[in-house]
Each structure stands twice: as C-alpha cells, then as structure tokens.
C-alpha cells in the first residue's frame, strides 16, 4: 500500500519509523509526470532498498524567471498509480509553501560544478536543486538516493553536495532511458510538435557520432565538438544552446581526451529545451 504524505512532520515521522526498525530507505526525487526513466530509478531503489520514497514535488526554486513553472506537466493521480505498481512505499508530495514557508532564506550553492553548461544558461537552476536536495536529504535521511545519468550535470552537483556536507546517504547515479529512436526520456518531451519530435534524436545521432570518433582514436575535444556542433546544426528545428566536451567529475572542459570524458549538449525546439550526454571511451 503506497502512503502519501503532503506535510515534513507526517514523512519525517514515517522515515523515522523505517529507520527505527532498521530498515534501509531508499529515495527517488522527481518533479513528476512520470515515464520509463523514473520507473526505471523506482526499480533499482526497489531491488536495492527495504523501503522506497518518492518525493513528487515540481521545486520552483529551480525553475528561473520565464521558464515554465507554471505549464510544468501534472498527473499526481497518475503517477501515484505508477508508483503503487513499482511498488513503492510511500510518496512525498508537498506543497511549495510547506517546502519554502515563509519567511524562507537559505539555500545551498555548490560552486564551480554550477557555472557552465545548464549553470551557464539556467542561473541560479542549481541552487534550487541542492537546496530541495538538501531538504528532502534532511526530511528522510536515506541510505541510498537514485537520480539519473541523463541529467549528468545534476548528478555531479548533488554527488559534490553529499561528499562536501557530510550527507551519510549514498548518491546512486541510474543509466539514461531512450525511446526506441534514442530520444532520452523526459517530461518535457510532451512540448514537442510531431515535427519537433521526429528531429529530436538529433541529440543522441551527435552523441553517438561523437563517440564513434572517440572510440575510433580521435583525441582531440575540438574535433568532437565540432561532430557534435555540425550534426545538431543540421536539423532545421535544432538550436542548439551548448554542446560540450567535458570532464565527467569536475565538468570542466578538456582539449585532449585522455581517461573517460563526457560529451554533453542542450538544444532547443520551439519551446522545449532538451538535455543529453553520453560517456566518451
Ligand atoms: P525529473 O522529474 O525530470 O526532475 O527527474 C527525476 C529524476 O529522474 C532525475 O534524477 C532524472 O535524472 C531522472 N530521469 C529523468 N529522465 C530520465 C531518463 N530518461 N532516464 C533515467 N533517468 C531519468
């Protein structure tokens, strides 16, 4: 039977009974509407974990002036149907005024890893995921949290976030799900236009070509951007808002490939704005 909870002190009391009976509590932090990836976090939590949360909470401290907080996709009857399948054991979904009440004035910056790629054209995006992180970290402490390598740069931040503040929950990072054309699974995939979405694989194509090269011997990260760049630029519904060629860990950019690096790029059609990253050999 899946429990749900809307207020901290009601989930709080809950995670402090599993850990009280020395069960292991798995989270999985979502923002809803659900689809495959997020099922695909549940199930793992699921395998791994005595007992499963999920925390269903679109965080508007994370969306920037106009983005689309307000059109953000909504099914909560869905998704709990969802998640009740998994099956999970229990699903926060608080209101923003029970996670920000006022007066509210702290919040967490993870430096450096925030500055580029999403950071750079997203400002302050970052900010609010370490703090609802943070929070919902407080409210259950899990010994595991799951999140997806599809949202690569989150994944860092928040791994960096844990180390950095001492956090005794493991950060557990789960392989990006594709649609059968390669397009990653996301919420957001609900604005494209039947156009939009037939050129959307347009980001794994250049991925995948960049990694082809990289697996054939390229080393030089100018030479993989530049695959990335042109094959997105061949899309007419494509503009492309950052392509990258990066360190996995500290997310800078290299010149050279030497160990593993990871490609990552941001493109936008109409008015979805699309994210995916792949590992480089
Ligand atoms: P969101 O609801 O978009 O904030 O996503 C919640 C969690 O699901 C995040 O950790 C995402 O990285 C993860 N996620 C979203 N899409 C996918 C996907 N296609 N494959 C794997 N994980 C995903």
């Known amino acids: 039977m899946l429990e749900v909870f809307d207020t901290v002190a009601a989930m709080k009391a809950w995670a402090r009974g599993r850990r009280r009976d020395g069960r292991s509590l798995g989270l999985v932090p979502t923002m809803g509407y659900l689809h495959e990836g997020h099922l695909s976090l ?15 909470f679109v965080n508007p401290t994370q969306f920037g002036p106009g983005e ?8 909560l009857k869905r998704d709990l149907a969802l998640a009740s399948e998994v099956p999970v054991d229990a699903a926060f979904c608080p209101t923003p005024a029970e996670m920000y009440p006022e007066p ?14 999403c950071g750079a054209s997203r400002p302050g995006h970052f900010r609010g995921v370490a703090t609802v992180v943070t929070k919902l970290l407080q409210i259950l402490g899990p010994d595991r949290a799951y999140f997806g390598a599809k949202d690569a740069q989150q994944l860092a931040v928040i791994r960096r976030l844990a180390a950095d503040l001492n ?18 699974l996301s919420s957001r995939n609900v604005y ?25 011997g390229e080393r030089d990260a100018g030479q993989l951007l530049a695959t ?20 996995p860990v500290t997310l ?30």
């Open 167 to 184: 956090f005794d929950t493991a950060i557990v990072g789960v392989p990006t799900v594709r649609e059968p054309d390669g397009l990653a």
């Open 42 to 56: 549940l199930r793992q939590a699921r395998r791994e974990c005595d007992a499963v949360v999920i925390s269903i």
């Open 252 to 281: 800078q950019p290299i010149t050279r490939l030497c160990g593993q690096a990871l490609a990552a790029v941001a493109v936008r059609f109409g008015k979805a704005r699309l994210i995916d990253n792949m590992l480089l050999p």
């Open 228 to 247: 990335l760049q042109s094959t997105i630029a061949a899309e007419p519904l494509a503009r492309i808002d950052y392509a990258a060629v990066v360190d």
């Open 192 to 216: 494209l236009s039947p156009g939009e979405r037939r050129a959307a694989p347009v980001l794994y194509r250049a991925l995948q070509a960049a990694r082809a090269q990289a697996a054939a």
């Open 104 to 117: 509210y004035f702290t919040y967490v910056d993870v430096a450096t890893l925030t500055a580029g790629l």
């Open 68 to 75: 689309d907080l307000a059109s953000y996709p909504k099914d």
